[in-house]
């Protein structure tokens, strides 16, 4: 399949740069050049409710906040000009997928809820649900967003390989919110015995998975569907899994998706999300609630204010547990996040067991 970045004029390699060093330089030299002047000021909040007000009084305030609304604008703009001057190529792509490499299940009756329509996520326009071409913009954006350090899907390898368990007889792997096959791909690599599910609210996102899915030859069977009614049958998936959604969801939405993984979850099976947690430094969590508001992200804070270990455990799932992940090379990290002078997500997985019967008895 044709790779956008593959035929990027001079001008369009240009722009991508531009936004791209732009934002390195907001991550490692105006964040700790934020960090400095926050400390010279002798606030010593212990929270990031309380880190808010002196933050909002540093000079480098108002450049720091500007950079990130503004680079993820421009990201988005460039990204959408590239993808729509190669519209009828891009689009022929999604109707010329290879037979019998996987499935793609659409449901053209799916009411898409109105906290996934109501926003535009990640400040992309029209989101990734309503054009084709959309799923195509969002995986080029992305690339940036990472600062190019999830090429090749990198996280989500790391995810795979570091937080989930071996199983060489894996019967059947379902993936929530999947996107564009970002996080389901890696899995099948993990699990070649299973039957791997991929599903996702947005058409767009699913089309784009399935044609590149089949283009490089991984069987994976996606579907349009709600996490939180997947259709999958009752304990029947070795492993459960979502990675950078649960934060987009409301506190309802989250509980209803954690539900419904502990419902399809073999007993001994595993349910796991990559997600985001406060790190306990207040500056550098308050700077993620922000950067959340600014992303056009407004059920984060329902991810931070949530205690999700005692939402496993009242649907019925044991070993609840948070664990920081190191998103460079180490992935899963108990030792926790560590010093690191730039701005980054504060990644973590969030892990739990469907207890079997055996597990059940000792319990009581």
Not at 213 to 225: E, L, S
Not at 244 to 262: K, Q, R, S
Not at 345 to 352: D, G, M, S, Y
């Amino acid at each position: 399949m044709l790779d956008i970045e593959e035929r990027l004029t001079l001008d369009e390699r240009s722009a991508v740069d531009f936004v791209l060093s732009l934002r390195k330089r907001w991550s490692d030299t105006i964040y700790p050049a934020l960090v400095e002047e926050f400390a010279a000021t002798g606030a010593d909040p212990a929270t990031a409710g309380d880190a808010d007000a002196a933050l909002h009084d540093l000079p480098l305030y108002p450049w720091f906040s500007h950079l990130e609304r503004a680079q993820q604008k421009m990201l988005w703009r460039i990204a959408g000009d590239a993808v729509i001057s190669r519209r009828e190529e891009l689009l022929g792509q999604l109707h010329d997928t290879p037979a019998g490499s996987g499935r793609l299940q659409l449901d053209p009756d799916l009411d898409l809820p109105d906290w996934y329509t109501d926003y535009d996520i990640h400040v992309q326009p029209g989101g990734v649900f309503s054009d084709d071409l959309s799923a195509y913009v969002y995986e080029f954006g992305a690339r940036i967003v990472m600062l190019r350090d999830n090429d090749g899907y990198k996280f989500h390898q790391l995810f795979a390989t570091t937080a989930l368990p071996e199983l060489p007889a894996a019967t059947r792997v379902l993936d929530m919110g999947c996107g564009f096959g970002k996080s389901t791909r890696p899995l099948a690599l993990r699990y070649p015995t299973a039957e791997v599910i991929g599903v996702d609210l947005a058409a767009p996102n699913l089309r784009l998975a399935h044609a590149e899915g089949a283009d490089a030859g991984i069987a994976v069977d996606y579907r349009q569907a709600d996490a939180r009614a997947t259709g999958v049958e009752d304990g029947t998936c070795d492993v459960v899994t979502g990675t950078m959604l649960l934060h987009e969801m409301p506190a309802t939405v989250i509980e209803e998706t954690i539900a419904e993984a502990a419902r399809v979850v073999k007993p001994g099976g595993t349910v796991a999300f990559l997600e985001f947690q406060p790190t306990g430094h207040a500056l550098r969590d308050v700077t993620i609630v922000e950067h959340a508001e600014r992303n056009n992200e407004p059920f984060f804070h329902d991810l931070f204010d949530n205690d999700l270990v005692e939402i496993c455990a009242r649907h019925g799932l044991v070993d609840a547990r948070w664990t920081p992940f190191d998103e460079r090379l180490e992935g899963m990290r108990p030792q926790g996040w560590g010093p690191r002078r730039e701005w980054h997500f504060p990644w973590a997985v969030l892990t739990a067991t469907r207890p079997t019967e055996t597990t059940a008895e000792v319990t009581a």
